[in-house]
């Protein structure tokens, strides 16, 4: 038996309300003034899974209603349910059917399997992994890749694979100093990787790492027992061989390892990502690190140092390989581990952990918690202190962010229960940057005079950011055709090429790229010294983010803005069309509650991009308004993580009409399915509540048949 689910739909359930019969929703309740920027997903590349499962995504809400009474009719989707490849989450399926052998992770060639590092990430990683935040999808919102969940899967081991080509070398003014455990985890992890395991924390770290494991263990034990200066510049020095910390980083790291929560905002490429693995390699137990992109956490996974073992779980992993990293997790093996924000929609998550102890969260580009700031993302609202603790017992958390807004780091304390005095902030902009706004009747001439000044013209590594992919196309050709070689960056050019640019301009080879917000996440360049705004930037964060591309290496860098009337009432107008109107909001909430979608005690389903359409809202503010129906004072629903909703049948062994006597739940998809050529095609939420059993069992029960060649 095959199946295959296709349809793009959401996950509704009823259980019952934290409240009990709730109010029905005043309107002026739901009315939302705001709604995260943001753009339609790209179309998403085609499932390379297994191919007798293919699912397609959909909100995976499982929505509570809040009395029982209120209900009026049973679900009925199935209107909704169109064909979408899969942009959903992968591994919430995968994990229940997906019955394709383990893959094992594959050595790359000639190389010696002593000689990998701990984080190494195996073959089936891209071979071109994109550099450190690097926008996947539409420009302009980075946190998308990780809903859709697509994009190429990796697998991800505690392992380094030699030396990394120049583009995905870290950024750093300075070459990249080696740490001690770099150097010797090059010679051997794998082989000690058996006796490992019964080696305490500290042991483990000390001794795969080479280093001289009783003075690495005295270091962790003398800074975990007294956070001082010199314990922890002692452990600084061992593990990463920097010899003084910067701005901002003791302080954040003495409060993490004395459990007070902090949030710390550093620009970008200040060494935020130490302040969560030093306080990691002191405490006790695993240090949780939630990151809204795939590509982040990779990365981040790749420059742990290699006496720090991380792990990843994310949306594009196998079964298999999440399986594999849950185990070590289990083993004790994995000191910190990355996860998308999404899993902490999964029980099933959540219960992994069970006696494993957190020694606190890490929240990297914290400010997705703001709905206020730059990149909302409606999963983080469920990294609040409360459901941590509840969940989680965790008491701990470290909030990081590059930019954010006053109103948006009040949000970010406010959910993450972080004292106002735990508040770390350096100054975001470097004082080697010079700021300059030019106001401009003729941006093309004026871009033209300005590169070509006496000032600026020698300036050795440019990048000019344009607003619209267009505009990179028509400055590009402009300057090219006056004499100024440059190339056009966006998200709309193909990888490779996207990545040879980056790539060229890192070595510089590319004097000049004219590119949109597309380019810059995770540019591991430090002499950076000319940034044109051709466009205005959308907010002051994201003008400060791209300021802060330039001058890394401390030299005097220029940052020029060309400010026209035109440009800016065009994006003040783009601002409100992402709106949302309290009509719509209703509508919603009417055909949630007052049509019946919920049911109590079932899982119903609404399919996200129809619905999108529907109520003419994004599916990040669909997704948000069910997130705050979820999480606000009363409980009126429960979302589920995302799951394909049309699910196709085929029987291969025993003819369907045979197992239905012996089976209720064959007999039941018989009767509500479609069929379609031989295969039997049914919704998911709809036979799994007339059977009266869940989603997931009804998948694992199905899973069984298969495993039983039916
Ligand atoms: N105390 C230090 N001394 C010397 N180098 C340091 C120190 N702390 C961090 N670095 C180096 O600074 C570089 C940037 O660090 P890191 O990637 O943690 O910055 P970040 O703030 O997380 O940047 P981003 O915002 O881009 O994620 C790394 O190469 C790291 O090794």
């Known amino acids: 038996m095959d199946s295959d689910s296709d349809s793009a739909a959401s996950h509704v359930s009823s259980t019952p309300p934290r409240i009990p019969n709730p109010k029905p929703f005043p309107r002026s309740q739901h009315k939302r003034k705001s709604t995260p920027k943001s753009q339609p997903f790209p179309s998403p590349p085609p499932s390379s899974g297994d191919p007798s499962i293919n699912s397609l995504h959909g909100l995976p809400l499982k929505i509570h209603r809040s009395s029982s009474s209120d209900h009026h009719r049973s679900t009925s989707f199935s209107t909704l349910f169109k064909a979408r490849r899969p942009a959903f989450d992968p591994s919430d399926l995968q994990s229940i059917v997906d019955l394709s052998p383990p893959k094992k992770p594959t050595l790359p060639e000639r190389v010696d399997p002593s000689k990998l590092h701990r984080n190494w990430i195996p073959s089936s990683a891209p071979p071109e992994l994109p550099q450190k935040r690097l926008r996947f999808s539409s420009e302009g919102n980075f946190v998308r890749l990780n809903i859709n969940g697509y994009g190429r899967r990796y697998s991800f081991k505690n392992g380094r694979k030699g030396k990394k080509p120049l583009r995905f070398r870290k950024r750093s003014g300075k070459p990249r100093t080696k740490s001690a455990g770099e150097n ?117 996974l790749k420059h742990l140092p290699s006496v720090i073992p991380g792990g990843l779980l994310s949306s594009n992993q196998t079964n298999e390989e999440a399986s594999a990293t849950l185990d070590k997790l289990r083993e004790g093996k994995i000191k910190v581990l990355f996860v998308s924000p999404e899993r902490f929609l999964n029980e099933g998550f959540l219960s992994v952990f069970g006696s494993t102890i957190i020694s606190f969260v890490a929240v990297d580009e914290a400010h997705c918690i703001s709905e206020w700031s730059h990149n909302f993302r409606p999963s983080y609202l469920r990294l609040r202190a409360s459901i941590l603790r ?217 399919v996200k991009e129809s619905a999108s359409r529907k109520f003419d809202m994004k599916e990040e503010v669909l997704l948000t308004i069910l997130t705050q129906l979820e999480l606000g004072d009363v409980q009126y629903l429960h979302l589920l993580p995302q799951l394909n909703v049309t699910c ?41 509540n007339t059977v009266g059993i869940t989603p997931t069992d009804l998948l694992n029960k199905l899973k069984n048949l298969k495993l039983l060649g039916n």
């Open 184 to 300: 010797e985890i090059e010679m051997g992890c794998l082989e000690e990787e058996e006796e490992e395991s019964c080696l305490g924390d500290s042991q483990m770290q000390g001794r795969s790492s080479g280093l001289d494991s009783g003075r690495f263990e005295e270091a962790i034990v003398a800074a975990r027992e007294d956070p001082s200066e010199v314990n922890l510049l002692e452990l600084l020095r061992l593990v990463y061989g920097h010899s003084s910390f910067r701005d901002g980083q003791l302080e954040a790291i003495q409060k993490v390892v004395a459990g007070e929560s902090t949030m710390l905002v550093l620009p970008t490429g200040a060494g935020k990502s130490l302040c969560y693995q030093l306080p990691a390699l002191i405490l006790p137990g695993v240090t949780l690190v939630v990151s809204p992109l795939v590509a982040l956490m990779v990365d981040q």
């Open 390 to 606: 509840a969940k989680l017992n965790v008491k701990c958390m470290l909030a990081m962010t590059a930019t954010a807004t006053s109103k948006t780091l009040q949000e970010i304390m406010r959910a993450l229960e972080i004292p106002a005095v735990n508040l770390i902030q350096t100054c975001q902009i470097r004082d080697n940057i010079q700021l300059f706004v030019i106001s401009s009747g003729n941006r093309l001439k004026d871009l033209l005079m300005l590169m070509k000044s006496s000032s600026l013209v020698d300036k050795q590594s440019v990048i000019i950011y344009c607003k619209f992919q267009v505009e990179t196309d028509m400055v590009t050709k402009y300057l090219c055709d006056n004499n100024i070689l440059a190339k056009g960056y966006h998200s709309s050019l193909p990888a490779r090429d996207r990545n040879r640019i980056q790539e060229l301009f890192c070595s510089n080879k590319i004097r000049v790229v004219v590119a949109t917000v597309a380019f810059g996440m995770g540019l591991d360049k430090s002499d950076v010294d000319l940034v044109i705004h051709y466009s205005l930037p959308e907010s002051l964060e994201e003008y400060v983010q791209k300021t802060g591309r330039a001058g890394r290496d401390g030299r005097l860098s220029f940052c020029h803005l060309l400010l026209d009337d035109l440009t800016y009432y065009k994006l003040r107008s783009l601002l409100y069309s992402d709106g949302v109107d309290e009509y719509a909001i209703n509508k919603l909430l009417c055909e949630i509650f007052s049509d019946g979608i919920v049911q109590d005690g079932h899982a119903s389903s609404l």
């Open 648 to 688: 196709t049948l085929y029987f291969h062994k025993t003819p369907p009409d045979l197992l239905s006597k012996k089976d209720i739940l064959i007999a039941t998809i018989m009767k509500k399915s479609e069929t379609k050529q031989g295969y039997f095609v049914f919704d998911i939420p709809t036979v799994a």
